[in-house]
């Protein structure tokens, strides 16, 4: 069953999170990450939420984005990623 990782986040420092998606864009590829948003304008429709910033990435189960997750790469990437946004991330199973 597949995966879905999403995130949202809010960049503190736009110039350093460009170093992060380098290494989390790495991570993704070699972990078969299919990237389905990443960015892009969103309008909130219900509630108070106002994300700055989503992603949504699909994997063929629960394990391989936790091995994504987990991976050397984006453990990389996150310490690359410290100062410059704040990520709020989920994993959930598809349907």
């Known amino acids: 069953m597949a995966a879905y990782i999403i995130a949202d986040v809010t960049v503190t420092n736009a110039e350093q999170m460009v170093k992060y998606r380098e290494w989390s864009t790495r991570a993704m590829q070699e972990h078969g990450a299919?990237?389905?948003?990443r960015g892009?304008?969103?309008?909130?429709?219900?509630?108070d939420w106002a994300?700055?910033?989503?992603?949504?990435?699909?994997?063929?189960?629960?394990?391989?984005?936790?091995?994504?997750?987990?991976?050397?790469?984006?453990?990389?990437?996150?310490?690359?990623?410290?100062?410059?946004?704040?990520?709020r991330m989920?994993?959930?199973d598809g349907v």
């Open 34 to 37: 299919e990237v389905l948003v």
């Open 90 to 92: 989920v994993v959930v």
């Open 51 to 87: 994300p700055q910033r989503l992603v949504m990435l699909k994997f063929a189960d629960r394990e391989a984005a936790k091995r994504f997750y987990h991976s050397d790469t984006y453990t990389h990437a996150r310490t690359l990623r410290e100062g410059a946004g704040v990520m």
């Open 40 to 47: 892009g304008t969103s309008e909130t429709l219900e509630g």
